[in-house]
């Protein structure tokens, strides 16, 4: 019934082939865990923020650095269609306050 062609030899490859195989299995975690831990950590966490001091908070933006964030997006939603090219100089005119505060809806 039980063959004994491989003897003991047989049996000990059954041990390497089972501890290679457990080998394997602990390098692929180890690498999903790594991957996981590289990537995702980068991308989620957010920077870190310089302590706020008295200076930084009483400081607002400049004005000509928020004419220009308020001009990129509307030079962007021009690009993308979604004002016409009247809206589009009409609003370049009330940013630039060349309009004589003179809007119309």
């Not at 501890?19 to 180890?30: H, P, Q, S, T």
């Not at 650095?65 to 990129?72: G, L």
């Amino acid at each position: 019934m039980w063959s004994h062609q491989y003897g003991a030899a047989g049996f000990g490859a059954m041990w390497l082939v089972g501890f290679i195989v457990l080998v394997g299995i602990g390098v692929l975690i180890f690498a999903v865990v790594r991957y996981a831990s590289s990537s995702g950590s980068n991308a989620a966490a957010p920077p870190a923020a310089a302590p706020a001091t008295q200076a930084t908070q009483a400081t607002p933006p400049a004005a000509s650095a928020v004419a220009s964030s308020a001009r990129t997006i509307l030079e962007e939603r021009f690009a993308r269609g979604e004002i016409d090219p009247e809206e589009f100089a009409q609003r370049l005119r009330v940013l630039e306050g060349r309009d004589g505060g003179q809007t119309t809806s």
